[in-house]
């Protein structure tokens, strides 16, 4: 599994826009670029994934660097809903999802 | 239901004791996943089931550790001689396949072992 290192933990103000950064330096040319978040006292749920090409969907973008080696969750305007630990996981699909420590936002209101 | 249920929601049971966790995944998924996660940490990768067959239990972390899947939908989780290490959060997801996105998590099961 290629290894990550995000910020243990990032801070932003309410309606602000947040950009949460991922290295994945060891990634393979098969991995996809996937992100989880887990709210307090909940499993982990989907956000979004992608390959090469920014992705956007209806709860954040994704923006993936040229080379692969980092990428970068985008919430457009942060809400205290948003609060919660957001991990990003290289992953072919051959194996099951890998999660390190992530990292954790505040939002202030 | 509509997302993945996991019973019990929390659990107290002495040290050496047998507990069994259940997970009820999405109607139609088949693949299964258990986790755990301790406090501060992300969730751990347990073992991972394809239908009824286990695919990957290179996560348990010994042979106290066990896990059945018999009819490809309802999977439980068995801890013979409960430690207090074995105290945790065990999480259990289900997706449509073994892709990597889609996962959809249940809430866990909080183990406390005393």
């Known amino acids: 599994d290629a290894k990550t290192t995000q910020p243990n933990s990032m801070e932003s103000n309410e309606e602000e826009p947040v950009h949460l950064p991922c290295n994945h330096s060891?990634?393979?040319?098969?991995?996809?670029i996937h992100w989880y978040r887990q709210l307090p006292s909940q499993g982990p749920e989907y956000v979004i994934h992608g390959l090469t090409s920014n992705v956007n969907n209806r709860m954040a973008s994704l923006a993936i660097a040229e080379d692969r080696k980092s990428s970068t969750l985008i919430l457009h305007r942060a809400t205290l809903r948003d609060a919660a630990v957001y991990y990003c996981i290289p992953n072919s699909g051959n194996t099951p999802l890998v999660f390190g420590k992530g990292t954790r936002l505040s939002v202030i209101a | 239901g509509a997302g993945v249920s996991q019973t019990p929601s929390n659990k107290v049971t002495e040290k050496g004791k047998y507990v069994e966790l259940r997970c009820d995944p999405i109607?139609?998924?088949?693949?299964l996943y258990w986790y755990r996660q301790s406090l501060g940490q992300g969730p751990e990768f347990l073992i991972y089931f394809q239908g009824t067959g286990a695919a990957d239990d290179s996560g348990l972390p010994n042979d106290r550790f066990f896990a059945v899947r018999p009819e490809g939908s309802v999977s439980t989780l068995k801890i013979q001689r409960t430690e207090r290490g074995d105290s945790a959060v065990y999480l259990c997801?289900?997706?449509?396949?073994?892709?990597?996105?889609?996962?959809?998590f249940g809430s866990g099961t909080r183990l406390t072992v005393v």
């Open positions: 997801a289900s997706s449509l396949s073994a892709e990597g996105y889609g996962y959809t």
């Open positions: 109607s139609g998924h088949t693949a």
């Open positions: 060891t990634i393979s040319g098969t991995d996809y």
